[in-house]
């Protein structure tokens, strides 16, 4: 039995045991800042005794880029010898994969000392999780994830292309946005995927066909805003390794192909009292709940300051070059799809607001931290977001002062009191280091498209 809050009980893994009994591993997973998971793959005996004990995991994982690389600006490489620290398994996160065959589970890691590890991105949500409780409200959430499925075998000009539906084999190349017809060809995966949603217990919801050939979006319940970060985890790992099983590959970059539509992971967000009633819930009246609008100022307040959790890779910033419904403005409105932070129709009783800018390749855990602490922050300061933006915003100046790049956003994290408040010292300096360290690898990278355009002509 731990004792850490949280985290899973012996009876789970025992339960687990039962129901599958020919399950021989199980896929530990620890989310680092990249929201990568890391881990390893233990066999059905060592099951029990994680449970019961824990497993040990360096807290370098933190340390590393993207690549797996470690950064030792961040000051956690080999930090006291690189001993370990311990891993136990968050409680409702174990379940079975189909796909691969194993079971799948969820670690959170907490120091020697018995205190949460301050570098791992899910402790800075709960962090603010628990503020907003001793608020006396409960944050409640959901995320849609956008993705890309795309063939192994690269097109005739050595580009990678959308894959092939699962049921014809055929290639459609057309946009197509939310064809049923198309569902129904790429039927076979999906409803693989719902399956394995199933026995993972995360609660996938409607899929439709994006706005561009290849792309999908899955929606998740709204449910607690913790386990809703935890969702997003186990639905792309889900995803990724059934679109494997069907010889095609899932993507989770914001913007894969340039000229096509950006991958997005927009967070619904309301905050429940203590009796469950939504504090969002429009006014007899009709009007928008104060406590909403302050949520909204507070984020806007904090947004600029939050772009690098939002859009933390080069890519990312991609997203944003063309209008295709990714705002890259710190504006809200209703029932507008161009501004930042949408408040949807919908009853007035489960009113709440949807956050558009971040990408699909962002830390769903990050982005909960900073879109709620912003929220509370202006919900004590009582902030006011100004007026609601009518009509659209695309070719519109930014109403509030924005980072332009991947750089500015690095710069601007780094000298955020907020920032640094919201993820705490060793995370924030380790994020904006792994950041950083990304971005000089990147700038020295010289590309095809720059031997295309400039090699043998300037």
Same mark, same amino acid.
């Given at each position: 039995?731990?004792?850490?809050?949280?985290?899973?009980?012996?009876?789970?893994?025992? *339960?687990?045991?039962? +129901?599958?009994?020919? #399950?021989?591993?199980?896929?530990? =997973? $620890?989310? &680092?800042?990249? @929201?990568?998971? !890391?881990?390893?793959?233990?066999?059905?005996?060592?099951?029990?005794?994680?449970?019961?004990?824990?497993?040990?995991?360096?807290?370098?994982?933190? *340390?590393?880029?993207? +690549?797996?690389?470690? #950064?030792?600006?961040?000051?956690? =490489? $080999?930090? &006291?010898?690189? @001993?370990?620290? !311990?891993?136990?398994?968050?409680?409702?996160?174990?379940?079975?994969?189909?796909?691969?065959?194993?079971?799948?589970?969820?670690?959170?890691?907490?120091?020697?000392?018995?205190?949460?590890?301050?570098?791992?991105?899910?402790?800075?949500?709960?962090?603010?999780?628990?503020?907003?409780?001793?608020?006396?409200?409960?944050?409640?959430?959901?995320?849609?994830?956008?993705?890309?499925?795309?063939?192994?075998?690269n097109d005739n000009r050595g580009r990678k292309q959308p894959a092939r539906y699962a049921m014809s084999k055929r290639r459609h190349l057309h946009t197509n946005t939310m064809s049923v017809d198309?569902?129904?060809?790429?039927?076979?995966?999906?409803?693989?995927?719902?399956?394995?949603?199933?026995?993972?217990?995360?609660?996938?919801?409607?899929?439709?066909?994006?706005?561009?050939?290849?792309?999908?979006?899955?929606?998740?319940?709204?449910?607690?805003?913790?386990?809703?970060?935890?969702?997003?985890?186990?639905?792309?790992?889900?995803?990724?390794?059934?679109?494997?099983?069907?010889?095609?590959?899932?993507?989770?970059?914001?913007?894969?192909?340039?000229?096509?539509?950006?991958?997005?992971?927009?967070?619904?967000?309301?905050?429940?009292?203590?009796?469950?009633?939504?504090?969002?819930?429009?006014?007899?009246?009709?009007?928008?709940?104060?406590?909403?609008?302050?949520?909204?100022?507070?984020?806007?307040?904090?947004m600029a300051e939050s772009m690098l959790v939002l859009a933390p890779f080069l890519n990312s910033w991609r997203r944003f070059s063309s209008a295709i419904y990714s705002p890259a403005n710190n504006?809200?409105?209703?029932?507008?799809?161009?501004?930042?932070?949408?408040?949807?129709?919908?009853?007035?009783?489960?009113?709440?607001?949807?956050?558009?800018?971040?990408?699909v390749d962002a830390n769903p855990y990050l982005v909960g931290a900073v879109t709620l602490a912003g929220a509370l922050e202006g919900i004590t300061r009582q902030i006011d977001p100004g007026p609601?933006?009518?009509?659209?915003?695309?070719?519109?100046?930014?109403?509030?002062?924005?980072?332009?790049?991947?750089?500015?956003?690095?710069?601007?994290?780094?000298?955020?009191?907020?920032?640094?408040?919201?993820?705490?010292?060793?995370?924030?300096?380790?994020?904006?280091?792994?950041?950083?360290?990304?971005?000089?690898?990147?700038?020295?990278?010289?590309?095809?498209?720059?031997?295309?355009?400039?090699?043998?002509?300037?």
């Amino acid at each position: 039995m731990t004792k850490f809050p949280g985290t899973a009980d012996l009876s789970e893994a025992l *339960a687990f045991l039962a +129901a599958y009994p020919e #399950v021989e591993g199980i896929d530990v =997973v $620890l989310t &680092d800042s990249q @929201g990568i998971g !890391r881990g390893k793959i233990i066999r059905r005996h060592e099951l029990e005794p994680l449970f019961a004990s824990g497993r040990g995991m360096p807290a370098s994982l933190f *340390a590393q880029d993207i +690549a797996g690389d470690d #950064v030792d600006e961040t000051g956690l =490489v $080999l930090k &006291d010898g690189g @001993g370990d620290s !311990r891993c136990w398994p968050l409680a409702g996160t174990l379940g079975f994969m189909p796909a691969t065959g194993r079971g799948h589970v969820l670690v959170s890691m907490w120091d020697p000392n018995g205190e949460p590890n301050a570098a791992e991105p899910r402790h800075a949500l709960v962090r603010q999780v628990v503020r907003a409780r001793e608020m006396g409200f409960t944050p409640m959430g959901a995320l849609e994830i956008e993705f890309y499925l795309v063939d192994r075998e690269n097109d005739n000009r050595g580009r990678k292309q959308p894959a092939r539906y699962a049921m014809s084999k055929r290639r459609h190349l057309h946009t197509n946005t939310m064809s049923v017809d198309e569902l129904d060809e790429m039927s076979p995966f999906l409803d693989a995927i719902y399956q394995g949603a199933k026995t993972l217990g995360i609660p996938l919801e409607t899929v439709i066909s994006e706005y561009a050939a290849g792309q999908y979006e899955f929606t998740l319940r709204y449910r607690d805003l913790l386990h809703a970060a935890d969702d997003v985890i186990t639905a792309k790992r889900l995803i990724r390794s059934t679109a494997r099983r069907f010889d095609m590959e899932a993507c989770f970059m914001a913007k894969p192909f340039g000229q096509s539509a950006g991958s997005g992971m927009h967070l619904h967000l309301s905050l429940n009292d203590v009796t469950g009633n939504n504090v969002f819930a429009d006014l007899p009246s009709g009007e928008l709940s104060p406590v909403m609008r302050y949520a909204i100022g507070g984020i806007r307040h904090s947004m600029a300051e939050s772009m690098l959790v939002l859009a933390p890779f080069l890519n990312s910033w991609r997203r944003f070059s063309s209008a295709i419904y990714s705002p890259a403005n710190n504006s809200w409105g209703i029932e507008n799809r161009t501004v930042a932070l949408r408040v949807p129709a919908g009853s007035a009783a489960s009113r709440h607001f949807e956050h558009r800018l971040a990408g699909v390749d962002a830390n769903p855990y990050l982005v909960g931290a900073v879109t709620l602490a912003g929220a509370l922050e202006g919900i004590t300061r009582q902030i006011d977001p100004g007026p609601p933006v009518e009509g659209s915003t695309y070719g519109a100046s930014a109403t509030r002062e924005m980072p332009r790049s991947w750089l500015d956003s690095i710069d601007l994290c780094n000298d955020s009191p907020f920032m640094r408040a919201v993820l705490g010292d060793v995370l924030h300096k380790g994020f904006v280091a792994v950041k950083r360290s990304e971005y000089i690898k990147m700038t020295q990278e010289v590309t095809d498209a720059e031997w295309d355009l400039y090699g043998f002509i300037v």
